[in-house]
């Protein structure tokens, strides 16, 4: 037998090796094709079988189908597609094709050629085949208009047709708004392109001959269904399963859900099973649970362009949401504790529960095995007396990980009962102190530590004389909480205290000194730096010795209500934005810093604040310019007074501007306005000055001057009044000259007072007188008179010819003369140039050159004397009335004052 089984392997291999060598050169051809029309699906179902080879099916041969489909009237080809697949027994095989022309509206046919993959030889084309169902099935008693119904994807094109019956034939066609005349044709064929919106509705009219025009049938455009989004599956109690999804687009219109409508398919991945199909409206699919707790489902979304899926894979434990279907409720409850109970659908499975309260703003979660019933109780504790609750409870399966909270139930409401308040009450004291008594009001709220623990229904006060604590009064009111109380100078002792329907709370104490030392309050006004929207910043002295600061003011300054407010402070503190709504701009608040001491309060600082303060109107500070002068003018304003209330004047600013536009007044600094204007400008930071006085202006020029008060910004404004100022005309020069007039002269005076002879001998000094002394010796020639100074010059007349003769003492007592002459330096007389003297000194000059007439008479004993070259005499001689006796009269003798000259660059060397 093996030796059988040897042979039969040895005569199969070569048959086998011809098979696979001979493959490439078979060829199948296809025969008894076939088409059949879906006119639902618009869809072809092409049939046909190979011929009978039964070599070639063993051996499993690939093998391509080459498809092409067309038009028979235009003689289009529509597709050209290749099918492959592999050879079978049956011998038959299928192919369907979706037209994009309708299958009414024109002649589909088909053939067919194959030829096997490995291999490059196709058979031969079958012949045409023609779809039965066409134009040719179609009745032609009546028009046709095609596709009716017709549901194309979004933006793609559309193909449809106009058929008239017989013997007639087609005149136009409207499409979408679009109007068009054909020629007179039995058929037409058009494609046209649908616009990108969806979902959208076409008509299709179409016009006939015979009076049949006027049909029109709709074409409808939409798109393939989004993939299914957010699969969900869970299970309230471990029976039955729900699973939840999102479809994503939905086309909510009812041409469109009646031609393609949107279908779910929700079906088991690794079985046929279907747990439902449901319409679009729908996004759930509940099913029951089977002995399984694995489960792997595949969601289908579908409409007639497509379909997409979605799969998922969950345990069914951990998809446990328990449903409460027995809402909360209350039992037993007092002023801090309560009781709930509730209730939720039985889970089939032995899971714990765990569930969540919601009290107010808090929660609490408790963990709980539930009854046979499913069951629940809880009790809550540490609630607040005579407070008003809201609870509601949610609950989840105690499992890992955790799945979801259960929705949460309706709220309930219920109310504990009433407790003694507890805590004290924030009270503060406003006085004001009159003619022998203060009028105290006491005012009081509830404290952060106070609590009512029920309606208020009282409160009560007592206060008592320090001083004699026998006299004591006590009060009540009960909506109020304020009281006015009228005390004497005495310090006093004020409790208040509150009252519910169960008790009272501890009494609140303050103590009112018998005098307030106002007198040393450091009051100040303080700016706006470190505030804030709506924040007013104080800051205050710390002092250890006060266990606690207050801060008391009215937010409402101007209105008789005031709304007094106060805020207290721990022994640390010494600053604090204080905060309110009411605080506006442009108001001054005051506000009154107190520390507190043995319940006893002590005023220690007054502060005036702005939240922010507001600039002074600059047209209501006029000034008034006087004491004008010719350099200067004096300014006075008004200070302002309490009637300004937005802001603290800090000073002023004094403005002037000059036709020179030139800033050159001490102590002004130049401004630039806009429009290039040059403003002067002078700040003055004393708001209680009200005068300045300009100086160091120029005489005879205008000015004009404003003053601006200022609170914090010392600005320029279009609104200054400038008043003109014209200084005066100079008139100091005249009286400098007057001045100077007066007095030079007695500087003059007092200099020559003290130096008389000094200067008279300078302007007039003494000139010598020269005289003539006789003396009967003499040397002749020219005597040099270098060393000399004469003080007397005796001049002798030349006597008359016909004179009588006469003696010579008679002569000389007749002729002799005396004559006073002054010299001027000035007056230059030639020297002589035969004469040789020192050019330091003056040289004399001849005698006949002074007037002196030399008779050749001798008038001396020896007339040789008086020669006119014997000047040595001259010189010499001084001649006395009483030495005259004797001499010869006949000479006459005149005596003149003689003052030496001296050359001219001696006299620039001169002392006179």
Same mark, same amino acid.
């Given at each position: 037998?093996?030796?059988?089984?040897?042979?039969?392997?040895?005569?199969?291999?070569?048959?086998?090796?011809g098979?696979?060598?001979?493959q490439?050169?078979?060829?199948?051809?296809?025969?008894?094709?076939?088409?059949?029309?879906?006119?639902?699906?618009?869809?072809l179902?092409?049939?046909?079988?190979?011929?009978?080879?039964?070599?070639?099916?063993?051996?499993?041969i690939?093998?391509?189908?080459?498809?092409?489909?067309?038009?028979?009237?235009?003689?289009?080809?529509?597709?050209?597609?290749?099918?492959?697949?592999?050879?079978?027994?049956?011998?038959?095989?299928?192919?369907?094709?979706?037209?994009?022309?309708?299958?009414?509206?024109?002649?589909?046919?088909?053939r067919?050629?194959?030829?096997?993959?490995?291999?490059?030889?196709?058979?031969?084309?079958?012949?045409?085949?023609?779809?039965?169902?066409?134009?040719?099935?179609l009745?032609?008693?009546?028009?046709?208009?095609?596709?009716?119904?017709?549901?194309?994807?979004?933006?793609?094109?559309v193909?449809?047709?106009?058929?008239?019956?017989?013997?007639e034939?087609?005149?136009?066609?409207?499409?979408?708004?679009?109007?068009?005349?054909?020629?007179?044709?039995?058929?037409?064929?058009?494609?046209?392109?649908?616009?990108?919106?969806?979902?959208?509705?076409?008509?299709?009219?179409?016009?006939?001959?015979?009076?049949?025009g006027?049909?029109?049938?709709?074409?409808?455009?939409?798109?393939?269904?989004?993939?299914?989004?957010?699969?969900?599956?869970?299970?309230?109690?471990?029976?039955?399963?729900?699973?939840?999804?999102?479809?994503?687009?939905?086309?909510?219109?009812?041409?469109?859900?009646?031609?393609?409508?949107?279908?779910?398919?929700l079906?088991?991945?690794?079985?046929?099973?279907?747990?439902?199909?449901?319409?679009?409206?729908?996004?759930a699919?509940?099913?029951?649970?089977?002995?399984?707790?694995?489960y792997?489902?595949?969601?289908?979304?579908?409409?007639?362009?497509?379909?997409?899926?979605?799969?998922?894979?969950?345990?069914?434990?951990?998809?446990?949401?328990?449903?409460?279907?027995?809402?909360?409720?209350?039992?037993?409850?007092?002023?801090?504790?309560?009781?709930?109970?509730?209730?939720?659908?039985?889970?089939?499975?032995?899971l714990?529960?765990?569930?969540?309260?919601?009290?107010?703003?808090?929660?609490?979660?408790?963990?709980?095995?539930?009854?046979?019933?499913?069951?629940?109780?809880?009790?809550?504790?540490?609630?607040?007396?005579?407070?008003?609750?809201r609870?509601?409870?949610?609950?989840?399966?105690?499992?890992?990980?955790?799945?979801?909270?259960?929705?949460?139930?309706?709220?309930?409401?219920?109310?504990?009962?009433e407790?003694?308040?507890?805590?004290?009450?924030?009270?503060?004291?406003?006085?004001?102190s009159?003619?022998?008594?203060?009028d105290?009001?006491v005012?009081?709220?509830?404290?952060?530590d106070?609590h009512?623990?029920g309606?208020?229904?009282?409160?009560?006060?007592?206060?008592?004389?320090?001083?004699?604590?026998?006299?004591?009064?006590?009060?009540?009111?009960?909506?109020?909480?304020?009281?006015?109380i009228?005390?004497?100078?005495?310090?006093?002792?004020?409790?208040?205290?509150?009252?519910?329907?169960?008790?009272?709370?501890?009494?609140?104490?303050?103590?009112?000194p018998?005098?307030?030392?106002?007198?040393?309050?450091?009051?100040?006004?303080?700016?706006?730096?470190n505030?804030?929207?709506?924040?007013?910043?104080?800051?205050w002295?710390?002092?250890?010795?006060?266990?606690?600061?207050?801060?008391?003011?009215?937010?409402?300054?101007?209105?008789?209500?005031?709304d007094?407010?106060?805020?207290?402070?721990?022994q640390?503190?010494?600053?604090?934005?204080?905060?309110?709504?009411?605080?506006?701009?442009?108001?001054r608040y005051?506000?009154n810093?107190?520390?507190?001491?043995?319940?006893?309060?002590?005023?220690?600082e007054?502060?005036a604040?702005?939240?922010?303060?507001?600039?002074?109107?600059?047209?209501?500070?006029?000034?008034?310019?006087?004491?004008?002068?010719?350099?200067?003018?004096?300014?006075?304003?008004?200070?302002?007074?309490?009637?300004?209330?937005?802001?603290?004047?800090?000073?002023?600013?004094?403005?002037?501007?000059?036709?020179?536009?030139?800033?050159?007044?001490?102590?002004?600094?130049?401004?630039?306005?806009?429009?290039?204007?040059?403003?002067?400008?002078?700040?003055?930071?004393k708001?209680?000055?009200?005068?300045?006085?300009?100086?160091?202006?120029?005489?005879?020029?205008?000015?004009?001057?404003?003053?601006?008060?200022?609170a914090?910004?010392?600005?320029?404004?279009?609104?200054?009044?400038?008043?003109?100022?014209?200084?005066? !005309?100079?008139?100091?020069? @005249?009286? *400098? +000259?007057?001045?100077?007039?007066?007095?030079?002269? %007695? #500087?003059?005076?007092?200099?020559?007072?003290?130096?008389?002879?000094?200067?008279?001998?300078?302007?007039?000094?003494?000139?010598?007188?020269?005289?003539?002394?006789?003396?009967?010796?003499?040397?002749?020639?020219?005597?040099?008179?270098?060393d000399?100074?004469?003080?007397?010059?005796?001049m002798?007349?030349?006597?008359?010819?016909?004179?009588?003769?006469?003696?010579t003492?008679?002569?000389?007592?007749?002729?002799?003369?005396?004559?006073?002459?002054?010299?001027?330096?000035?007056?230059?007389?030639?020297?002589?140039?035969?004469?040789?003297?020192?050019?330091?000194?003056?040289?004399?000059?001849p005698?006949?050159?002074?007037?002196?007439?030399?008779?050749?008479?001798?008038?001396?004993?020896d007339?040789s004397? !008086?020669?006119?070259?014997? @000047?040595? *005499? +001259?010189?010499?001689?001084?001649?006395?009335?009483? %030495? #005259?006796?004797?001499t010869?009269l006949?000479?006459?003798?005149?005596?003149?004052d003689?003052?030496?000259?001296?050359?001219?660059?001696?006299?620039?060397?001169?002392?006179?």
């Amino acid at each position: 037998m093996d030796h059988c089984i040897f042979h039969t392997i040895l005569l199969c291999i070569p048959l086998c090796l011809g098979l696979v060598h001979s493959q490439d050169k078979w060829v199948f051809e296809p025969r008894n094709l076939r088409i059949h029309s879906d006119k639902s699906l618009q869809q072809l179902i092409l049939k046909w079988d190979v011929s009978d080879d039964s070599e070639a099916y063993n051996s499993k041969i690939n093998i391509v189908f080459n498809i092409e489909i067309r038009l028979r009237e235009e003689e289009r080809i529509l597709a050209n597609e290749n099918y492959a697949t592999v050879l079978n027994k049956s011998r038959q095989y299928q192919w369907s094709f979706i037209s994009e022309v309708p299958l009414e509206c024109a002649t589909h046919e088909a053939r067919i050629r194959s030829k096997v993959t490995s291999s490059e030889i196709w058979s031969s084309w079958t012949h045409w085949v023609a779809s039965a169902y066409g134009p040719d099935a179609l009745s032609n008693e009546k028009h046709h208009i095609l596709p009716e119904g017709k549901v194309s994807e979004e933006g793609s094109n559309v193909t449809f047709c106009c058929i008239a019956k017989e013997n007639e034939s087609v005149t136009s066609f409207t499409f979408d708004g679009e109007n068009r005349n054909v020629t007179h044709q039995r058929r037409i064929l058009e494609t046209k392109k649908t616009n990108s919106s969806f979902p959208a509705r076409f008509q299709l009219a179409c016009g006939f001959t015979g009076g049949g025009g006027g049909d029109s049938i709709y074409i409808y455009s939409n798109r393939q269904p989004d993939k299914p989004q957010n699969l969900s599956c869970e299970t309230e109690d471990m029976i039955n399963i729900r699973c939840t999804w999102e479809p994503g687009y939905v086309v909510e219109k009812d041409y469109i859900d009646k031609v393609c409508p949107m279908e779910f398919n929700l079906s088991d991945v690794s079985s046929t099973k279907t747990y439902c199909s449901t319409k679009f409206q729908n996004y759930a699919c509940s099913f029951k649970r089977d002995n399984q707790f694995l489960y792997n489902v595949n969601l289908t979304s579908r409409n007639c362009l497509g379909q997409k899926e979605e799969q998922l894979s969950f345990n069914v434990m951990n998809r446990v949401r328990p449903v409460i279907i027995v809402k909360p409720s209350v039992g037993h409850l007092n002023a801090t504790f309560i009781q709930l109970s509730w209730q939720i659908k039985p889970i089939d499975a032995n899971l714990s529960s765990l569930c969540q309260i919601n009290v107010g703003e808090n929660k609490y979660n408790i963990t709980a095995q539930s009854n046979s019933k499913s069951h629940f109780l809880f009790q809550l504790g540490g609630l607040q007396p005579a407070t008003k609750y809201r609870f509601k409870v949610r609950c989840a399966a105690d499992v890992r990980p955790f799945w979801k909270w259960s929705n949460w139930t309706q709220s309930i409401s219920a109310e504990t009962s009433e407790a003694a308040p507890t805590g004290l009450l924030d009270i503060w004291r406003h006085i004001n102190s009159g003619l022998g008594q203060r009028d105290v009001t006491v005012f009081w709220r509830e404290s952060s530590d106070f609590h009512a623990n029920g309606k208020i229904q009282k409160y009560h006060l007592s206060w008592e004389n320090l001083e004699d604590p026998s006299v004591r009064h006590n009060d009540s009111v009960s909506a109020s909480q304020s009281y006015t109380i009228s005390l004497g100078n005495h310090s006093y002792k004020i409790l208040v205290w509150a009252q519910n329907s169960v008790s009272t709370s501890s009494p609140s104490v303050i103590i009112i000194p018998a005098t307030e030392r106002n007198g040393t309050v450091h009051y100040s006004e303080e700016t706006t730096d470190n505030n804030e929207a709506h924040k007013i910043y104080i800051a205050w002295k710390h002092q250890s010795k006060f266990s606690q600061y207050v801060i008391d003011w009215c937010n409402q300054p101007t209105s008789p209500s005031c709304d007094f407010q106060w805020k207290k402070y721990g022994q640390i503190k010494s600053s604090d934005h204080i905060a309110s709504d009411a605080f506006k701009p442009g108001v001054r608040y005051t506000f009154n810093v107190y520390g507190i001491q043995d319940d006893r309060s002590h005023l220690l600082e007054k502060k005036a604040k702005y939240l922010k303060e507001m600039e002074p109107p600059s047209h209501d500070l006029p000034c008034n310019i006087s004491s004008i002068t010719a350099n200067s003018f004096k300014v006075t304003w008004n200070q302002y007074g309490q009637e300004f209330k937005y802001g603290f004047i800090r000073g002023y600013m004094l403005y002037m501007k000059m036709d020179n536009q030139n800033c050159s007044v001490k102590g002004f600094k130049p401004l630039i306005h806009p429009g290039n204007l040059i403003i002067c400008s002078y700040k003055i930071e004393k708001p209680s000055q009200t005068e300045f006085t300009v100086e160091h202006l120029k005489p005879s020029t205008k000015y004009l001057f404003a003053v601006q008060a200022y609170a914090v910004n010392p600005n320029y404004t279009d609104g200054v009044v400038f008043k003109t100022v014209n200084t005066r !005309y100079d008139e100091k020069w @005249l009286f *400098y +000259l007057l001045y100077l007039l007066l007095l030079i002269p %007695l #500087i003059l005076m007092c200099m020559c007072a003290s130096k008389s002879n000094r200067v008279r001998n300078c302007l007039c000094p003494a000139i010598p007188q020269p005289k003539v002394t006789p003396f009967f010796k003499m040397s002749l020639g020219i005597t040099e008179v270098n060393d000399m100074v004469p003080n007397q010059l005796v001049m002798l007349d030349k006597p008359q010819e016909l004179r009588p003769k006469q003696t010579t003492l008679g002569i000389l007592l007749e002729n002799m003369t005396y004559s006073q002459s002054t010299y001027y330096p000035e007056v230059q007389i030639e020297e002589r140039t035969n004469q040789n003297f020192n050019s330091d000194v003056t040289s004399y000059k001849p005698l006949q050159d002074f007037g002196f007439t030399i008779s050749p008479k001798p008038c001396a004993p020896d007339a040789s004397l !008086y020669s006119k070259d014997n @000047l040595n *005499y +001259l010189y010499q001689m001084d001649v006395p009335p009483s %030495l #005259i006796q004797g001499t010869d009269l006949s000479c006459s003798v005149h005596f003149l004052d003689y003052r030496p000259q001296r050359s001219t660059s001696s006299r620039r060397n001169s002392d006179y």
